[in-house]
């Protein structure tokens, strides 16, 4: 189902507007009492109703999250105005009122769990299991919260300890696609002073994309195990600190790499070139120029697109595109590999007239990822074509000689990521209830050490002998390095009278990054200039045959070693005045930034850093005698310093580099309802009118992917002057003024229940909940096949709740019209349009006790 814009935002904002301003400001009265219960989050540091602080807040409670089937940060952006999640290949990028839309020197929008800070996108996925709630917070958080929280941030707040009583709960899944989930939680008190609390899951799913070559190559399947245990000491009122261990491990397919369904190859049909602005979309992968034996031409640079390893459209079957986005027919079997284990102590120490707060944590995290890169069935279905063949300049098994290209090799891409870190976040706060409220405090966080961080690209060719081998690019290498940064920062509310609050924040950040290469080790061979290059990959391939490619220093490496160093201060101010006692009215500026990159070339100083000045004009209300919440927030971000493309002379050429000249900003409204009209039923609702505009802002896209289509071509040195641009020559596309990724003009969500009591039958609650998004693209770079159109999704559950007992049976359909949704799309090798896709139409059956 797609829906279309029937109005325009300037009518949809002033009716907005209107509408909320009018609502809060009258709030006629109704002779009802008052069922919304109070909201309260830890955004500031200190326990505080949602409707106290001069910030927007998005809390999502442990029961709701339950309720709605809420697994993964993949589908929060249903639930909070401003937010978009893009999702291609394996990890989730949060992109919020228009941060991470554009290019950033780290996460624009962080996970934080139990307030400490994850660093890589993948940690987002890990289960939800067993949380009291989730705040996420629009707009930067620099003043109070410690890195990269550039646009905002979500914060995952797991149950604790409770010294009371004895609990346990459980939980069990059962769904299409064989999914199969168990959670649960056990509660333990030791004595009136010590308690435990151990919560796990394990989920099992079968694949949403099929692959219909090899059954077990599917992707976005379910194969993970989470275990959280919490151990809290509690001697006095004054004093208790809470220990946490957590272990995540996923063994599932995972989602390719980059993105996971071909849509084909883009051609512009008056030239014959790719073109993905003005192109259509050819449904093939593999290329139209062939030799007379039905052969791709394999060397040079075929306009009309495709990739070598497909074969010969309308000849090798490997070519073949298929129109269900929830279908490929790879033959390679992905992996994702994910360990995390966390450990981490929070302490709270009440003084009397200050209090102290020190959250310290250590995490390693693991992630590997392979999968078919070539995003076709061969080299395996070019072996069942050609029996007893030998594959062509064949020099012996995985060689990758013989897998320059043509369709009787495969291709394979991945990568790995190793984190290990530490962090602190310690800080004194005020006690009591005097005009002044105040924090003062201290950050640490450092993955700088030898052997903490590293990431690397790994590439490789398999063959129709052993097609589930890799034979490593001789040419990989492995980044090494990390950050670490500190911080002092102090935030202070002082109430002029008992109606007027003022806040100011400042932090003082210093960012200490280093960095430097390790390279696969093929022995005293390295350099290509050896006169016996090709022999010798073969006679010393070093670690190019093994599992997976070994990285060693070498002297490139130590060359490469670069450090830089940089501060930086951020600000805050925040006025806010009750209207009444229930409605408050606040504006808010601040700033924030991420840290730049290493300069290199012998500096020890940083890039410019990703900096965003944020403007916001907020109203909360409680009104209807206590049974609405009516929250609306209009704001205005001005991001400067964003990573983008710039020219620079070399030679008798122009050539693009990345640099941090890219600018953006984006303004909107915002407006989250929560209404109780009668005992039984229960309305939530969100609204999101937002223009994100890119300003100076350009892509470079690197060897001419599409020939067509770009605003300028890059040529390169090497290419002789007057000659036609070919495959070396690069596009760069000028996207001032254009329209951010990931930025549709508005967005509606309406969840409503109602409670049904059936005597002794125990209570039935249905439950409906739609989102409707207006269209948006999933790149900046406006191709034709990345733009989605309006569409609505619409999720159904009922919950039986037994009476007197702790049991509940609950049925779900998640999207259940079927609706298809881009999440994330962009151009691949050789031509080639990919994107990724909304999960279809999924049901499930929950039964759990006291969970």
Not at 700 to 725: H, K, Q, Y
Request: proline share 5%; aromatic share 10%.
């Amino acid at each position: 189902m797609t829906l279309r814009n029937k109005a325009t935002p300037a009518t949809i904002s002033r009716s907005a507007v209107a509408i909320a301003v009018a609502t809060a400001l009258a709030a006629p009265a109704m002779a009802q009492e008052a069922t919304l219960g109070e909201v309260i989050v830890t955004a500031t540091r200190r326990e505080s109703s949602v409707q106290d602080l001069a910030l927007s807040v998005t809390a999502i409670s442990g029961d709701k999250i339950q309720d709605l089937q809420l697994t993964n940060v993949r589908d929060l952006d249903k639930m909070t105005p401003g937010m978009k999640v893009r999702y291609v290949g394996a990890d989730p990028t949060i992109i919020m009122r228009g941060a991470g839309a554009a290019g950033t020197n780290d996460i624009a929008v962080p996970i934080y769990v139990d307030g400490l800070y994850r660093p890589n996108s993948g940690q987002a996925l890990a289960s939800y299991i067993d949380a009291d709630r989730i705040e996420v917070l629009r707009g930067p958080q620099g003043t109070l919260f410690g890195r990269n929280t550039f646009g905002g941030l979500v914060n995952i707040i797991a149950r604790k300890p409770d010294t009371e009583k004895f609990d346990f709960g459980i939980g069990l899944t059962y769904g299409d696609y064989s999914e199969q989930k168990f959670e649960g939680f056990v509660n333990v008190p030791m004595g009136d002073t010590l308690a435990l609390r151990v919560s796990a899951s394990n989920t099992q799913r079968d694949a949403i994309i099929e692959n219909t070559y090899n059954s077990k190559a599917g992707m976005r399947d379910e194969d993970n195990t989470y275990v959280r245990a919490q151990l809290r000491f509690e001697p006095t009122d004054n004093f208790d600190i809470t220990l946490s261990a957590t272990d995540w491990e996923d063994r599932s397919n995972g989602n390719a790499d980059y993105a996971g369904v071909v849509l084909g190859v883009p051609i512009n049909p008056v030239t014959g070139l790719t073109d993905g602005v003005d192109g259509v979309m050819q449904p093939r992968q593999g290329r139209i120029v062939c030799d007379s034996n039905g052969l791709p031409v394999i060397g040079g640079w075929p306009g009309s697109g495709g990739r070598d390893q497909a074969g010969c459209d309308g000849v090798d079957p490997a070519s073949f595109v298929s129109s269900d986005v929830y279908s490929i027919t790879n033959d390679f079997t992905p992996l994702r590999h994910i360990d995390e284990t966390s450990f981490s102590a929070l302490i709270n120490w009440d003084f009397g007239p200050v209090a102290l707060r020190a959250n310290l944590g250590v995490f390693d995290y693991e992630e590997s990822r392979l999968t078919d890169s070539d995003l076709s069935p061969n080299p395996t279905s070019w072996a069942a074509l050609n029996p007893g063949v030998t594959p062509p300049s064949s020099t012996g098994p995985g060689y990758w000689q013989q897998c320059f290209g043509g369709p009787s090799c495969g291709l394979a891409a991945g990568q790995r990521i190793n984190s290990k870190a530490t962090q602190a976040d310690i800080n004194l706060n005020s006690s009591g209830d005097g005009k002044l409220q105040w924090t003062l405090g201290y950050f640490l966080y450092d993955d700088s050490g030898e052997g903490d961080s590293s990431s690397e690209f790994v590439w490789g060719y398999t063959d129709s002998a052993a097609p589930q081998n890799v034979t490593w690019a001789h040419w990989l290498y492995q980044g090494n390095g990390g950050t670490k940064s500190t911080a002092i920062y102090g935030q202070a509310e002082y109430s002029f009278t008992d109606k007027t609050r003022v806040t100011v924040g400042l932090r003082d950040s210093t960012d200490e990054r280093n960095f430097f290469n390790k390279y696969v080790d093929w022995g005293v061979n390295y350099f290509a200039g050896d006169p016996n290059y090709y022999a010798a990959h073969y006679l010393d391939p070093g670690s190019r045959f093994a599992p997976w490619p070994v990285y060693v220093e070498t002297a490139d490496s130590i060359a490469s070693k670069q450090t830089g160093k940089e501060s930086h201060t951020d600000w805050k101010f925040a006025i806010q005045h009750d209207l009444t006692d229930d409605v408050m009215l606040y504006g808010t500026a601040a700033t924030g930034y991420i840290a730049g990159e290493i300069v290199g070339g012998g500096s020890t100083k940083l890039t410019d850093p990703n900096e965003v000045d944020s403007y916001e004009i907020g109203l909360k209300s409680t009104i209807l005698d206590g049974r609405m919440r009516l929250n609306v927030a209009t704001y205005y971000n001005d991001y400067k310093g964003l990573t983008t493309s710039s020219f620079v002379a070399q030679g008798q050429t122009i050539v693009a580099v990345s640099s941090t000249g890219g600018s953006m900003r984006s303004m909107g409204l915002e407006l989250e309802m929560a209404w109780e009209p009668t005992d039984a039923l229960h309305v939530m609702a969100g609204f999101s009118l937002a223009d994100a505009t890119l300003g100076t802002f350009s892509r470079t896209v690197l060897n001419r992917v599409f020939r067509d289509g770009g605003d300028f071509e890059i040529r390169p040195a090497s290419l002789p002057d007057g000659a036609p641009c070919d495959q070396t020559c690069s596009q760069l596309y000028v996207l001032d003024g254009k329209e951010a990724a990931f930025a549709p003009d508005y967005t509606l969500s309406l969840d409503m229940s109602y409670d049904i009591e059936l005597g002794n039958g125990g209570r039935l609650v249905p439950g409906i909940y739609l989102y409707y998004t207006d269209d948006y693209k999933t790149t900046n770079v406006e191709y034709f096949f990345t733009k989605q159109d309006a569409a609505a999704s619409l999720d159904l559950r009922a919950t039986w709740f037994a009476r007197n007992k702790p049991i509940s049976v609950q049925a779900f359909i998640k999207n259940a019209t079927d609706e298809t949704i881009q999440v994330g799309g962009d151009q691949f090798s050789q031509g080639r349009a990919v994107a990724d896709w909304n999960d279809p139409r999924t049901w499930g059956i929950r039964v759990a006790y006291n969970f």
